[in-house]
């Protein structure tokens, strides 16, 4: 009896050992973009140990077969665009998978058994019914992506700190509204994307994620900005609009690197010092906002081109803005504007000026000193009379001067000193 026992334990053993060496190691990305891809289950079962790419996107497949355990060396499966809500338990055994797409299915939840993939690197579940990242998604050491866009997570685990190789962390078009400050760990993220949730605050921990160059947070509850944000040192781009933010803090003004500014569909009134005197910014988006007051310090500010400030409650074009001298398109429309001042004159590279519906009633003869602008935009305004300076102006070449208080008298004095520029009256 001991011999048979012991005749069991040695096959049990050397099964195992066949099975270990049959098992082939990890590929490089550049090898596995070398390697063929399967799209059959049937054709992949017939060359099990040779199958490295599994692509079974969009089969209108409701469950996969356990057999799939039989594909001991996979290491990319694709099974997005499917109708797939369960996996078989024979797929947890495929430890080598480095790449698990399960996008645009009906999956309610992350499988609880996901972490005995310790290979893993990637996991879309992109378009699924998900309501929360779990406690053991930090097992997955090696994640360097993440896209959970479009489902319904609520829940984020502090966990998720564990993730420290993380480059890419997709979280748009859910229902967060807290996110953890473990999140801070994630030192490596060259993406994070927190678009379109309920999210209410950022902790400060986010100033930790210096290799940041992109940060969405936009269509949020989003109150204030840590002071912390100023040390997203390499930070390129950074969007809030369309939350409930009532003020920037002055640390904004310390992201040296930031070439666009999305800050639209807030509640902000002013804007002063020097939060945004940045020497890369090139876009800079203030619309839709509660704007009275714009103060601030511009001597770093050398590249800004696009600065929208339309929707707001300015009863003048700032005379700081008019200092930003590498402006090229300025809107200002659907203020509260009652003259286009001599400030005007500081644009000296404007290209395109909006400044419709507003209250203008008078326009600066100083307004020739824009020699480079060649669209302007004054309709729905109070002009009566155009200043005859602007026949000066050899770049222009469109004028919009609808819903105005310009008799015919005046519209033919103004064609007679712009005869070659198109005029709308």
Not at 149 to 165: A, D
Not at 347 to 355: M, R
């Amino acid at each position: 009896m001991y011999k048979s026992i012991s005749h069991l334990l040695i096959i049990s053993l050397v099964l195992t050992s066949l099975n270990v060496s049959a098992q082939k190691k990890l590929r490089t990305k550049e090898q596995l973009k070398k390697a063929k891809v399967y799209r059959s289950i049937n054709e992949a079962l017939a060359y099990k140990r040779k199958v490295y790419i599994l692509n079974l996107d969009g089969q209108n497949l409701s469950e996969l077969p356990d057999k799939i355990g039989k594909l001991i060396n996979l290491q990319e499966l694709y099974l997005r665009n499917n109708n797939l809500s369960i996996l078989p338990d024979e797929l947890w055994e495929l430890t080598n998978l480095q790449k698990l797409m399960l996008g645009e299915n009906n999956f309610n939840e992350i499988p609880s058994k996901i972490d005995s993939l310790i290979n893993l690197k990637e996991i879309d579940f992109f378009d699924n019914n998900i309501t929360g990242i779990p406690d053991n998604i930090g097992n997955l050491t090696k994640l360097e992506k993440i896209d959970l866009n479009w489902n319904k997570v609520s829940y984020v685990s502090p966990e998720i700190g564990k993730l420290t190789n993380l480059k890419y962390l997709y979280l748009e078009k859910n229902k967060i509204k807290t996110i953890p400050k473990e999140i801070g760990n994630l030192t490596n993220l060259v993406e994070l994307k927190l678009y379109d949730n309920q999210i209410t605050s950022l902790p400060g921990e986010i100033g930790n994620l210096i290799n940041l160059p992109n940060l969405n947070c936009g269509k949020n509850n989003i109150n204030k900005i840590p002071p912390e944000i100023g040390k997203l040192v390499n930070l390129k781009i950074l969007n809030l609009s369309d939350n409930k933010l009532t003020g920037i803090p002055q640390e904004l003004g310390l992201l040296l690197n930031l070439e666009e500014l999305h800050l639209e569909s807030n509640s902000l009134t002013k804007i002063v010092g020097n939060s945004l005197n940045l020497p890369n910014l090139k876009i800079l988006n203030l619309s839709l906002n509660k704007i009275y007051s714009i103060s601030i310090t511009t001597d770093r500010i050398k590249n800004l081109q696009r600065l929208d400030l339309a929707v707001n409650s300015l009863k003048s074009v700032p005379k700081s803005v008019c200092n930003i001298q590498s402006l090229i398109y300025l809107d200002v429309s659907r203020n509260n504007i009652n003259k286009i001042s001599s400030y005007i004159a500081g644009l000296k590279n404007l290209e395109e000026l909006n400044a419709s519906q507003n209250k203008i009633y008078s326009v600066t003869k100083s307004i020739n000193a824009l020699t480079k602008l060649q669209k302007l935009d004054l309709s729905s305004n109070e002009i009566m009379l155009m200043p005859k300076e602007m026949a000066t102006m050899t770049e222009l070449y469109e004028v919009n001067l609808k819903n105005n208080k310009i008799n015919n008298f005046q519209k033919k004095q103004i064609k007679s000193f712009l005869p070659r520029i198109t005029i709308y009256f």
